[in-house]
T-cell receptor, first 115, second 114 residues
């Protein structure tokens, strides 16, 4: 079974430039998550999707961040414009359902460096 | 709201020694508890989780954890570590009966010395 796929793995951009990250979850997983992981910290949830619906985006900075999950499968997270403080690892995860005890399966992440 | 505190940011141990990584949580409701491991340049992988029932939970790679409700703790243990256990370990909680919203601790870096 293929795991969660993310691309690119690494991205270096200048500040004020746009950037996008792509995630393909495990087949059949209805719930998809985007997390932000700062250096030396645990992941923090940005947004959670149930199929194509964003059911929790309370932690997403909506002035510069946007996300979509068309057709309820893969997802894209965008930052426009990027700031120096956005340098971090962006993790995508998926789970079969959104029940509290479900295991989340994580992708390898995209490491963003903003210069 | 829930919060998680991992009491040690770094834990160095010698190979084949036992190890304990400490995790305390705060919540006004019952919770599910998780331990994830993150190897360098990889995503997080589930080690074990506590949902209900027996408070001693066994996971992969010889790890186990014990849920202590009175002390609001979920410490991770392994009786004999290997070089390959060198990684970052994260404790996490989610609300019992609620949606799957994980709240993570800051992580503990486990370093195994030969």
């Amino acid at each position: 079974e293929a795991g969660v796929v993310q691309s690119p793995r690494y991205k270096i951009i200048e500040k004020k430039q746009p950037v996008a990250f792509w995630c393909n979850p495990i087949s059949g997983h209805n719930t998809l998550y985007w997390y932000l992981q700062n250096l030396g910290q645990g992941p923090e949830l940005l947004i959670r999707y149930e199929n194509e619906e964003a059911v929790d985006d309370s932690q997403l900075p909506k002035d510069r961040f946007s996300a979509e999950r068309l057709k309820g499968v893969d997802s894209t997270l965008k930052i426009q414009p990027a700031e120096l403080g956005d340098s971090a690892v962006y993790l995508c995860a998926s789970s079969p359902d959104q029940r509290g005890g479900d295991t989340q399966y994580f992708g390898p992440g995209t490491r963003l460096t903003v210069l | 709201a829930q919060s998680v505190t991992q009491l040690d940011s770094q834990v160095p141990v010698f190979e084949e020694a036992p190890v304990e990584l400490r995790c305390n949580y705060s919540s006004s409701v019952s919770v599910y508890l998780f331990w994830y491991v993150q190897y360098p340049n990889q995503g997080l992988q589930l080690l074990l989780k506590y949902l209900s029932g027996s408070t001693l939970v066994k996971g992969i790679n010889g790890f186990e954890a014990e849920f202590n409700k009175s002390q609001t703790s979920f410490h991770l243990r392994k009786p004999s570590v290997h070089i390959s256990d060198t990684a970052e370990y994260f404790c996490a909680v989610s609300e019992y009966g609620g949606a799957q919203k994980l709240v993570f601790g800051q992580g503990t870096r486990l370093t195994i010395n030969p």
